[in-house]
């Protein structure tokens, strides 16, 4: 109890240090690491409710410690919450404030805003146990704007009746008692029965302190009424002791000493020795306004015992304290040397890692520029070979073209070579024909001359002037020079520069070795050549013959194939 009003810390916010470290593991969290972490978070709670300083301090420094390891930022921050809690047990505001403050920083940092009422609400509770009212109430409102957003209505509920209480010590009875009645309202529709007595119980403090004992006491005997309802050991004596001193105020001595005597034995079942000074105290005064001098003096001999068992209790207390504090110190400093160690093999160890991390971004840089270097020259040649696939393959479709066109001009120069031969052919028929008309003709002529040479003379003179006048006719239209011109015209047309190449080979051959050629060249056999030239086939083997030995023939050499390389087309 403090300031003759509750401060809701050990019942309230341990609670809710419970609750924060139930979270779930983040995503990057070892779920294994997370666990072990809150149960250690509920095992330094559970040695800070046994007062076990020792126990509490150890296994909370190890959860900030793991936390801050593995980048836990909530249970860091619920680890200082804790730590400033276990402080706050022991009355060292100054160190139990410093952890909420750190606490607090941290939560800002990483916008752990859940955490942010516990760390107000915290830090008000030092504020007020340390008289800063002002202070205290700044706190309060922040708790209170948080419980408000995060829409938290039992949060919310506590923390207005910490403001009120503060309030209240200000003097903004109104304000306060709106709070009051605000957090009794919530309470009562979550069916919260302890809590709603102590909302009660805060409004009746309220009435007593300002001297309104009558309403105090309907307000205070309405607490203690919900209160049996739940069988509350703790606040019990404390709603006993607030109506004890009503009915004192109230004259009304009988029921006071009762409820007094009640809060007394309240106390001493929760060892609250300076509630049991208290209590004691209103006894003496109780029995010494009723004019029971001999209970007064009891009561004030005891009153004197636990005060002076109190400042026995605070000076061991204080002993302790200081002794803790030595203790502490010393650890402190131990740890601080060890984490100075510690930050050094840290920092050598960075330093390690970051030299390392250098010398792997250099090799890395290097290796990746040279595979950058030959992938480009893959590329290169890639392309170079694609270029070269292309080249062969355009010059292959190019010579495919130029052979398909030389193919094509082929079967165009053998067509027409095949056309000119069978033109030269029909030509070489022509001429042929012609030549075997000439020697028809001539044999005709030459069987008339026959005919007519058969005609005896002697059988009259009469026929033998028309006779020789035919032979004559006959004799002049066998013309050879003449035949062989139209002939030699004819074979030129065919074979235009056979007679000149066949001179420009053989100088020495004459006009007639030349006529003879060209009836070699067409075929014509000694007996066709013999009717043309109208001589006998002996002449005409022997014209061969010279001709033989003017182009320098070897007797199995044939001259027709010789006459033949002079025939042009």
């Not at 001359?449 to 004799?475: E, F, H, M």
């Amino acid at each position: 109890m403090m300031r003759n009003g509750f401060v809701f810390f050990a019942a309230g916010m341990l609670g809710w240090f419970l609750v924060g470290c139930s979270s779930p593991p983040s995503e990057t969290a070892d779920p294994t690491v997370q666990t072990h972490l809150d149960s250690l978070l509920r095992k330094a709670i559970r040695s800070t409710n046994d007062l076990n300083f020792e126990q509490a301090h150890a296994e909370l420094t190890e959860v900030v410690t793991r936390a801050q390891e593995q980048g836990d930022a909530k249970n860091e921050i619920l680890g200082n919450i804790n730590m400033g809690a276990l402080y706050l047990k022991y009355n060292v505001h100054e160190e139990a404030l410093k952890y909420f403050l750190q606490s607090l920083e941290l939560a800002t940092k990483y916008k752990k805003d859940d955490l942010l009422n516990t760390i107000y609400n915290n830090i008000g509770i030092v504020y007020a146990a340390n008289n800063a009212t002002d202070k205290a109430v700044e706190y309060y409102e922040k708790a209170v704007e948080i419980s408000r957003t995060q829409v938290n209505k039992r949060r919310l509920a506590l923390n207005y009746i910490n403001l009120g209480t503060e309030l209240n010590h200000k003097g903004d009875d109104s304000l306060a008692l709106a709070y009051f009645k605000e957090a009794l309202s919530i309470f009562k529709k979550d069916i919260d029965t302890l809590n709603a007595s102590i909302a009660i119980n805060s409004i009746a403090n309220l009435h007593y302190m300002r001297g309104r004992y009558d309403s105090a006491l309907i307000k205070y005997r309405e607490a203690y009424d919900l209160n049996l309802k739940v069988n509350d050991m703790f606040y019990h004596p404390q709603y006993c002791l607030g109506i004890g001193k009503t009915f004192s105020n109230l004259r009304q001595y009988d029921s006071a000493t009762l409820y007094l005597q009640k809060a007394v034995q309240g106390f001493f079942e929760t060892s609250s020795t300076e509630d049991i000074e208290d209590a004691y105290y209103w006894l003496a005064r109780t029995a010494e306004a009723s004019g029971n001098t001999n209970d007064a003096l009891k009561y004030s001999n005891l009153t004197l015992a636990w005060k002076d068992s109190l400042l026995r209790e605070k000076t061991s207390k204080w002993i302790s304290e200081l002794q803790m504090r030595y203790e502490f110190g010393k650890k402190e400093n131990e740890i601080e040397q060890l984490q100075a160690e510690a930050t050094r093999q840290r920092l050598f160890w960075i330093g390690v890692v970051v030299i390392g991390m250098v010398i792997a971004a250099l090799l890395f840089f290097a290796l990746r520029t040279q595979n950058i270097n030959l992938h480009q020259k893959n590329v290169i040649l890639q392309q170079d070979q694609e270029v070269t696939r292309l080249t062969l393959e355009k010059n292959r479709v190019e010579r495919e073209q130029l052979e398909k066109d030389i193919v094509a001009t082929e079967k165009l120069n053998a067509l027409e070579q095949e056309r000119m031969k069978q033109e030269l052919t029909f030509k070489d028929r022509e001429l042929a024909t012609k030549t075997l008309h000439l020697v028809n003709k001539n044999e005709i002529f030459d069987s008339i001359y026959k005919v007519l040479n058969t005609i005896d003379p002697a059988d009259g003179q009469n026929i033998k002037s028309p006779l020789d006048k035919a032979k004559k006719i006959i004799r002049g239209n066998n013309n050879i020079d003449q035949v062989w011109m139209d002939f030699k015209r004819h074979f030129e047309e065919v074979h235009p520069r056979f007679f000149s190449q066949l001179l420009e080979a053989y100088p020495d051959l004459s006009p007639n070795d030349l006529r003879l050629c060209a009836y070699l060249l067409i075929d014509l056999n000694s007996k066709e050549i013999a009717q043309i030239y109208n001589i006998s086939p002996e002449s005409i083997r022997k014209k061969k013959q010279r001709l033989r030995e003017k182009l320098h023939l070897e007797k199995d050499e044939d001259v027709k194939i010789l006459l033949k390389r002079y025939k042009t087309i």
